[in-house]
């Protein structure tokens, strides 16, 4: 790296190139802003994409031992497979502690764009249910904003990212910009139809971030299947070939990988923020960048962990923590609820050809809503991903050619899996372990989450519903699930730095801007007072791209 | 009834957990229930900074080491690899598509056994050594001496679920061998299974053309009530 590169003083230094980092980088680098952009791990490129390799060209067919030895955790995620597990952090160099009786699974990526590469690509809206849901149902408190507060800047990213989808004119789930959706199966079809005449409940097409027409110079989906290894034609959004592009493009960006941020650096006697320090990742020498204001978008756990790992005198407890909260009211969505059948009068044949749709099925929430009223067990609600489609009978009972035939006859399959709200909670949240440190020397953090009672009545009433909905739709052979898989499974840890109006009661304001230090902001999914139950990455990336424009402003205005 | 999705046409971005499984499930559940833990005494900070390419992100092609012309067994003895050659043909034949022993099923399997944990290894080879063992039983001779009636009549009855008895079925009067024989049975049909058909072969068996795309998705096109 040429020295000058750290020479400078920047106007923002933004930490992480995920989701929410590209979009801080663009939009600030766009309206002229001098701009560092820090990523931990390595650049990444198209060359490097898999999705077109055939298992069989794998050694060990994805069942690698080198993943086992060191993604111990990371192959948890469904994700990580021996096409792609170097985007993933090596759990080795890695660690993170977890009282022994609260595990949690940490999975993140270490590459330019981050989780941006593997996404689920799924992106809703949250509504005022969501953002004052404390003022319906008493618990905790709202968010310091409201949806019309929100929605404007959730255009900006859908126009941008390209979502396909269809508006259901769901209270619940807030129509936005959409190209046209993906198509359903007939299991689907079958599906929407019977529950919305039997129960009023909208089933839609996962509105995803993937294309399905040409969209900003992209091209529209080839319908290969595995997105998680990459995109020739670039259909599904990441950050590294749209956000961070253009982010270079601009000339006023300056993209520096293998910097792994260790604290914020701050000015004690302005009380500002001016710089970050850095290691390097491959020389692990120690380096110093300086910049008006500091972004952190490194994911909710990361930064709260940089944030932890910054204390100074004024700070004993962490930067921005005079509150006492930051790390706590940690959240990711309860999963491990529903239900899974066959529709055996269907008689469509399963192939291994494409075309493959690459996502699912949307069920809207509908517990606890303004139109179902209060349901007696929990609070909050989930809603269901899934899919229909022929499936392969790799289980078919016998041997022989007839079991050669039973595979390929198949069965007309049926999923449905929730999503549920997470409560935010002060018992759920993470520290410094003093005795643990990364690979780099930078302590680590420990991570104490468990799912609650709500959080289990909540699955257990998905396993019901879910099976009560495939009964009315003519499914046969229904199996119901009720368990709470381990938080960290939903991949959608946000909460650990929240928004609110009260710097007692908050550690970010309604800007992400940190209460205590005017130049600090932390824009990814730190700030969300509560989970919901929608997956969260939409509404990170129209948070990031508020927060930005209002830090514009504040530049403009001489503010900085 | 379980379901295993074809991974490739597993169109969930997200599995859900349900009970819905997919072959990388079954493999995964069979090979590494129960891993240590990561932070376990072993955890010692790493010297050397990884982050390079995966082998698939450089293109090569691991599939070559199985037809390699010098292929040794790096894991079965003769006996073990021989048996697992004519068991796998028993369970997938040869008909009008290839079978198990022309996808090499064998050799991956070996080389998939040589990098397990020594529990997982045991088990294969106390499943293979049951069903000698059964089969020297019946018929005093190993399962590889067999001929092909005999090899179906041992393995049928533990091809299939098994009932209680029709005439006291208030009683659990279930074998306790035979279903130890089942559970045998169905770890080594598990593996030959997801073998067969995660390789070349296989994945044309069920119908695939070498082709990444055929256009889009289009879904259902049927009018309402007259879904197939």
């Given at each position: 790296?040429?020295?000058?590169v750290?020479?400078q003083t920047?106007?923002?230094?933004?930490?992480?190139?995920g989701?929410?980092?590209?979009?801080?980088?663009?939009?600030?680098?766009?309206?002229?802003?001098?701009?560092?952009?820090?990523?931990?791990?390595?650049?990444?490129?198209?060359?490097?994409?898999t999705?077109?390799?055939?298992?069989?060209?794998?050694?060990?067919?994805n069942?690698?031992?080198?993943?086992?030895?060191?993604r111990?955790?990371?192959?948890?995620?469904?994700?990580?497979m021996?096409?792609?597990?170097e985007?993933?952090?090596?759990?080795?160099?890695?660690?993170?502690?977890?009282?022994?009786?609260?595990p949690?699974?940490?999975q993140?990526?270490?590459?330019l764009g981050?989780?941006?590469?593997?996404?689920?690509?799924?992106?809703?809206?949250?509504?005022?249910?969501?953002?004052?849901?404390?003022s319906?149902?008493?618990?905790?408190?709202?968010?310091?904003f409201?949806?019309?507060?929100?929605?404007?800047?959730?255009?900006?990213v859908?126009?941008?990212?390209?979502?396909?989808?269809?508006?259901?004119?769901?209270?619940?789930?807030p129509?936005?910009?959409?190209?046209?959706?993906?198509?359903?199966s007939?299991?689907?079809?079958?599906?929407r139809?019977?529950?919305q005449?039997k129960?009023?409940?909208?089933?839609?097409?996962g509105?995803?971030?993937?294309l399905?027409?040409?969209?900003?110079?992209?091209?529209?989906?080839?319908?290969?299947?595995?997105?998680?290894?990459?995109?020739?034609?670039f259909?599904?959004?990441?950050?590294?070939?749209?956000?961070?592009?253009?982010?270079?493009?601009t000339?006023n960006c300056?993209?520096?990988?293998?910097?792994?941020?260790?604290?914020?650096?701050?000015n004690?006697?302005?009380?500002?923020?001016?710089?970050?320090?850095?290691?390097?990742?491959?020389?692990?020498?120690?380096?110093?960048?300086?910049?008006?204001?500091?972004?952190m978008?490194?994911?909710?756990?990361?930064?709260?962990?940089i944030?932890l790992?910054s204390?100074?005198?004024?700070?004993?407890?962490?930067?921005?923590?005079?509150?006492?909260?930051?790390?706590?009211y940690?959240?990711?969505?309860v999963?491990?609820g529903?239900?899974?059948?066959?529709?055996?009068?269907m008689?469509?044949?399963?192939?291994?050809?494409?075309?493959?749709?690459p996502?699912g099925?949307?069920?809207?929430?509908?517990?606890?809503?303004?139109?179902t009223?209060?349901?007696?067990?929990?609070?909050?609600?989930?809603?269901?991903?899934?899919d229909?489609?022929?499936?392969?009978n790799?289980?078919?009972?016998?041997?022989?050619?007839?079991?050669?035939?039973?595979?390929?006859?198949?069965?007309?399959?049926?999923?449905?899996?929730?999503?549920?709200?997470?409560l935010?909670?002060?018992?759920n949240?993470?520290?410094i372990?003093?005795?643990?440190?990364?690979?780099?020397?930078?302590?680590?953090?420990?991570?104490?989450m468990?799912?609650?009672?709500?959080?289990?009545?909540?699955?257990?009433?998905?396993?019901?519903?879910?099976?009560?909905?495939l009964?009315?739709?003519?499914?046969?052979?229904i199996?119901v699930?009720?368990g709470?898989?381990?938080?960290?499974?939903a991949?959608?840890e946000?909460?650990?730095?929240?928004?609110?109006?009260d710097?007692?009661?908050?550690?970010?304001?309604?800007?992400?801007?940190?209460h205590?230090?005017?130049?600090?902001?932390?824009?990814?999914?730190s700030?969300?007072?509560?989970?919901?139950?929608?997956n969260?990455?939409l509404t990170?990336?129209?948070?990031?791209?508020?927060?930005?424009?209002?830090?514009?402003?504040?530049?403009?205005?001489?503010?900085? | 009834?379980?379901?295993?999705?074809?991974?490739?046409?597993?169109?969930?971005?997200?599995?859900s957990?349900?009970?819905?499984?997919n072959?990388r499930?079954?493999?995964?559940?069979?090979?590494?229930a129960?891993a240590?833990?990561?932070f376990?005494p072993?955890?010692?900070?790493?010297?050397?900074v990884?982050s390079?390419?995966?082998?698939?992100?450089?293109?090569?092609?691991?599939?070559?080491?199985?037809?390699?012309?010098?292929?040794?067994?790096?894991?079965?003895?003769d006996?073990?690899?021989?048996?697992?050659?004519?068991l796998?043909d028993?369970?997938?034949?040869?008909?009008?598509?290839?079978?198990?022993?022309?996808?090499?099923?064998?050799?991956?399997?070996d080389?998939?056994?040589?990098?397990?944990?020594?529990?997982?290894?045991?088990?294969?080879v106390d499943a293979?050594?049951?069903i000698?063992a059964e089969?020297?039983?019946?018929?005093?001779?190993?399962f590889?001496g067999?001929?092909a009636?005999?090899q179906i009549?041992?393995?049928?009855?533990?091809?299939?679920?098994?009932?209680?008895?029709?005439?006291?079925a208030?009683?659990?009067?279930?074998?306790?061998?035979?279903?130890l024989?089942q559970?045998?049975?169905?770890?080594?049909?598990a593996?030959i299974?997801?073998?067969?058909?995660?390789?070349?072969?296989g994945?044309?068996?069920?119908?695939?053309d070498?082709?990444?795309?055929h256009?889009?998705?289009?879904?259902?096109?049927?009018p309402?009530?007259?879904?197939?």
């Amino acid at each position: 790296m040429p020295q000058d590169v750290l020479q400078q003083t920047y106007d923002a230094i933004v930490v992480g190139s995920g989701a929410t980092g590209g979009w801080a980088a663009k939009r600030l680098s766009e309206a002229g802003l001098k701009v560092a952009l820090l990523e931990a791990g390595r650049a990444v490129t198209a060359r490097e994409f898999t999705e077109h390799i055939p298992s069989y060209q794998l050694k060990y067919r994805n069942h690698s031992p080198e993943i086992v030895r060191t993604r111990p955790i990371q192959r948890q995620c469904y994700a990580c497979m021996e096409y792609n597990y170097e985007w993933f952090v090596n759990d080795l160099e890695n660690p993170y502690s977890t009282p022994p009786d609260r595990p949690f699974t940490w999975q993140r990526l270490r590459v330019l764009g981050g989780r941006s590469l593997v996404w689920g690509r799924h992106s809703y809206r949250l509504s005022d249910v969501d953002f004052k849901a404390a003022s319906r149902d008493g618990y905790d408190v709202d968010w310091p904003f409201s949806y019309p507060d929100l929605a404007p800047y959730y255009d900006v990213v859908e126009r941008y990212v390209g979502i396909s989808g269809a508006a259901e004119r769901n209270e619940m789930l807030p129509d936005g910009q959409y190209l046209p959706p993906m198509k359903m199966s007939c299991g689907e079809v079958r599906l929407r139809e019977s529950i919305q005449k039997k129960f009023g409940r909208t089933l839609t097409m996962g509105r995803v971030a993937i294309l399905t027409q040409p969209h900003n110079g992209r091209a529209p989906c080839h319908y290969c299947g595995p997105c998680e290894r990459g995109c020739m034609t670039f259909s599904y959004f990441s950050s590294p070939f749209t956000t961070v592009k253009d982010a270079v493009k601009t000339g006023n960006c300056t993209l520096i990988t293998d910097a792994i941020v260790r604290h914020v650096d701050m000015n004690t006697g302005s009380n500002k923020a001016q710089g970050v320090t850095f290691v390097q990742r491959t020389t692990k020498e120690t380096k110093q960048i300086r910049g008006k204001v500091v972004v952190m978008c490194a994911q909710a756990l990361e930064s709260t962990r940089i944030l932890l790992n910054s204390s100074t005198r004024e700070y004993p407890k962490g930067l921005a923590n005079s509150s006492g909260l930051l790390g706590h009211y940690l959240m990711d969505h309860v999963v491990g609820g529903g239900a899974s059948a066959t529709f055996d009068d269907m008689k469509a044949l399963p192939t291994a050809n494409p075309p493959h749709r690459p996502t699912g099925i949307y069920l809207v929430r509908f517990r606890n809503t303004p139109a179902t009223g209060k349901h007696p067990h929990f609070i909050r609600g989930y809603g269901f991903q899934g899919d229909s489609m022929p499936v392969f009978n790799f289980n078919a009972p016998g041997i022989g050619k007839d079991y050669k035939q039973a595979v390929k006859t198949g069965a007309y399959s049926i999923t449905l899996g929730a999503f549920g709200e997470s409560l935010a909670s002060f018992d759920n949240f993470c520290e410094i372990d003093p005795n643990l440190r990364d690979a780099w020397g930078i302590p680590a953090l420990r991570i104490s989450m468990a799912h609650g009672k709500n959080e289990a009545a909540m699955m257990r009433d998905a396993g019901v519903t879910a099976a009560e909905m495939l009964e009315a739709t003519g499914a046969k052979n229904i199996r119901v699930t009720t368990g709470v898989e381990m938080p960290g499974m939903a991949i959608h840890e946000v909460g650990t730095a929240r928004m609110g109006n009260d710097p007692k009661k908050s550690v970010l304001n309604t800007f992400c801007q940190s209460h205590d230090v005017s130049n600090l902001l932390v824009t990814d999914g730190s700030g969300f007072v509560s989970s919901a139950c929608q997956n969260p990455t939409l509404t990170m990336m129209a948070i990031t791209v508020r927060a930005c424009d209002h830090l514009v402003e504040r530049f403009r205005r001489n503010e900085i | 009834m379980r379901i295993f999705g074809h991974e490739a046409a597993h169109s969930s971005p997200r599995p859900s957990s349900s009970a819905l499984f997919n072959r990388r499930d079954l493999i995964r559940t069979a090979l590494f229930a129960g891993a240590a833990s990561v932070f376990g005494p072993e955890f010692s900070l790493a010297q050397a900074v990884s982050s390079g390419l995966t082998a698939a992100a450089k293109g090569e092609d691991g599939s070559t080491l199985l037809t390699d012309p010098n292929w040794r067994a790096a894991f079965l003895n003769d006996h073990q690899n021989e048996t697992l050659i004519v068991l796998s043909d028993v369970i997938i034949p040869g008909t009008d598509t290839p079978g198990a022993k022309e996808a090499l099923v064998n050799r991956y399997l070996d080389l998939l056994l040589s990098v397990q944990p020594a529990e997982f290894q045991r088990k294969f080879v106390d499943a293979l050594a049951y069903i000698d063992a059964e089969s020297q039983k019946q018929f005093g001779k190993d399962f590889r001496g067999l001929g092909a009636d005999d090899q179906i009549w041992l393995l049928t009855p533990w091809a299939f679920a098994r009932q209680p008895s029709h005439w006291t079925a208030r009683n659990d009067t279930r074998n306790e061998a035979a279903d130890l024989g089942q559970q045998h049975f169905e770890l080594l049909k598990a593996l030959i299974a997801t073998a067969y058909y995660e390789s070349e072969i296989g994945q044309k068996e069920l119908g695939w053309d070498g082709e990444f795309t055929h256009g889009p998705y289009e879904g259902c096109e049927h009018p309402t009530a007259a879904h197939t």
